[in-house]
């Protein structure tokens, strides 16, 4: 163990750590979850302290023989090289003052050792040097909508393309099956697969837009408001340069906040995506649960659709297989509308200058990303590219539905329409035998209104 100091005195540090004497306080104070931030959080501070290095060396805030080994320290931990180095709590201090200084440390002392002549120790000073122009209350707003909107353009807006494309192929491979609607649970009126699929297909693209719309709000970083959003301690030009500095390094549209108070009073563009994301998983919770009806059985359910069989189902009924990769999704689902539920509590929770939820929101809107990216891309590839159809089953079943009365009713009237239907339940006959004992119509028609791919054709 080594000695490090701060303004509250002397703290024993590892010597391994790069860290000081503040992140060892906090190790110290939150011995919660065992959870830390987590390494896309991490990366981005890393990202944030690079940018912000350079900009102050260009203002000619920073001399260069400091700038240049902080900026280096930063891109190693923004590259995940000292990810180790990062032991503080997700649960901490409510501003993410503790995750931030953890940042601070780490990279003066790492710095120090790659700068290019020997410093005196202590010559790169964590707050007066990397914190330079910052407080924790901007930087950690901007690493957390950082981290967000990376890993939703990386990881999880391709991951909902990929899933559309095989949704797509599926619409074209069943244009020739009609089977039987469900509404209540209850047999209905015809509907192609197709259909049903083209319904999915609609469903992920509206997520995705939603979620693409809200995103932008991502692109705005709160850095250079400082301590309560004037920025107070920091070049009038800093949050313009770094926001600046981040859009060339990722590639997105990243600029500083319109209104520094609000962009650090309240995590609204991150309640928001938490939002289109609870949205997201309500639908893939939908049409998971979907396949896994239609694909029941294998004999005594419905089985009108084959899954994917990827691993036994059962440790003790022999050739059982389940649809684990639905469940799983299934599962990921309900923890992204947890995350959810938690993250807009923590939006309830501002007061004045300062929302002190920061942390846990940062954290669980990329663990909802992360998950729906991992879950999304798993259901795409291992089930919905492998569903196949048993048409013999799907078709011997039409023919049997009640609900094939309903194309009679324009014809012979709801009532009768009724009467049919309820005499061929009766007696365990068909729609369409019952029409034809009764004369109802010419044959030819009964035929005609009683086909079921017309009836998923209107007007036809």
């Known amino acids: 163990m080594r000695i490090e100091r701060d303004t509250m005195g002397e703290m024993p540090v590892p010597d391994e750590a790069l860290w000081g004497a503040q992140t060892a306080r906090?190790?110290?104070?939150?011995?919660?979850?065992?959870?830390?931030?987590?390494?896309?959080?991490?990366?981005?501070?890393?990202?944030?302290?690079?940018?912000?290095?350079?900009?102050?060396?260009?203002?000619?805030?920073?001399?260069?023989?400091?700038?240049?080994?902080?900026?280096?320290?930063?891109?190693?931990?923004?590259?995940?090289?000292?990810?180790?180095?990062?032991?503080?709590?997700?649960?901490?201090?409510?501003?993410?003052?503790?995750?931030?200084?953890?940042?601070?440390?780490v990279i003066a002392h790492r710095a120090a050792q790659l700068a290019r002549s020997p410093l005196a120790p202590g010559a790169i000073h964590p707050n007066d040097h990397v914190?330079?122009?910052?407080?924790?209350?901007?930087?950690?707003?901007?690493?957390?909508?950082?981290?967000?909107?990376?890993?939703?353009?990386?990881?999880?807006?391709?991951?909902?393309?990929?899933?559309?494309?095989?949704?797509?192929e599926k619409v074209e491979a069943f244009d020739d099956v009609v089977t039987t609607g469900r509404t209540h649970l209850q047999d209905a009126t015809p509907i192609r697969l197709s259909q049903v699929f083209s319904g999915y297909v609609a469903q992920v693209a509206?997520?995705?837009?939603?979620?693409?719309?809200?995103?932008?709000?991502?692109?705005e970083l709160a850095i250079g408001g400082t301590a309560v959003g004037t920025g107070l301690n920091t070049h009038p030009r800093f949050g313009a340069l770094v926001a600046a500095e981040l859009a060339a390094g990722t590639g997105l549209p990243f600029r500083e906040a319109a209104n520094h108070f609000a962009a650090q009073s309240m995590p609204a563009a991150a309640v928001r995506v938490s939002g289109a994301l609870r949205n997201l998983a309500a639908d893939l919770l939908k049409i998971s649960t979907d396949l896994r009806w239609l694909g029941s059985g294998p004999r005594l359910g419905l089985g009108e659709i084959e899954i994917p069989a990827v691993q036994p189902g059962s440790s003790i009924m022999p050739g059982k297989t389940n649809p684990v990769i639905a469940e799983s999704l299934a599962m990921v689902c309900a923890q992204v509308v947890g995350l959810d539920a938690a993250i807009t509590l923590g939006g309830l929770s501002g007061g004045f200058q300062l929302n002190t939820m920061w942390p846990l929101i940062a954290s669980?809107?990329?663990?909802?990303?992360?998950?729906?990216?991992a879950?999304?891309?798993?259901?795409?590839?291992?089930?919905?590219?492998?569903?196949?159809?048993?048409?013999?089953?799907?078709?011997?079943?039409?023919?049997?539905?009640?609900?094939?009365?309903?194309?009679?009713?324009?014809?012979?009237?709801?009532?009768?329409?009724?009467?049919?239907?309820?005499?061929?339940?009766?007696?365990?006959?068909?729609?369409?035998?019952?029409?034809?004992?009764?004369?109802?119509?010419?044959?030819?028609?009964?035929?005609?209104?009683?086909?079921?791919?017309?009836?998923?054709?209107?007007?036809?």
């Open 364 to 373: 669980d809107l990329v663990e909802q990303i992360r998950l729906l990216a």
């Open 375 to 460: 879950g999304t891309t798993i259901f795409a590839e291992r089930l919905v590219a492998g569903l196949t159809v048993d048409r013999v089953r799907i078709a011997s079943r039409n023919e049997r539905s009640l609900a094939l009365a309903t194309a009679l009713a324009p014809a012979i009237g709801y009532e009768n329409a009724t009467e049919i239907a309820r005499e061929a339940h009766a007696s365990g006959r068909t729609v369409r035998e019952v029409a034809r004992d009764r004369a109802i119509l010419p044959e030819a028609e009964i035929e005609r209104l009683l086909d079921p791919r017309r009836q998923t054709e209107p007007g036809r």
């Open 131 to 168: 914190n330079l122009g910052q407080s924790s209350n901007d930087v950690v707003p901007t690493a957390t909508h950082l981290a967000a909107r990376i890993l939703l353009e990386e990881r999880l807006l391709p991951a909902l393309e990929g899933l559309l494309r095989r949704f797509e």
């Open 206 to 219: 509206q997520a995705t837009a939603h979620l693409r719309a809200v995103a932008t709000g991502l692109e």
């Open 26 to 105: 906090a190790v110290q104070n939150f011995p919660v979850s065992g959870r830390g931030i987590g390494p896309d959080l991490v990366h981005a501070l890393g990202r944030v302290k690079a940018a912000a290095a350079k900009v102050n060396r260009g203002l000619g805030l920073l001399p260069p023989e400091l700038a240049e080994p902080i900026e280096g320290a930063a891109n190693e931990v923004a590259k995940g090289l000292l990810d180790s180095q990062f032991p503080v709590d997700v649960f901490q201090t409510g501003s993410g003052t503790s995750s931030n200084m953890n940042a601070n440390e």
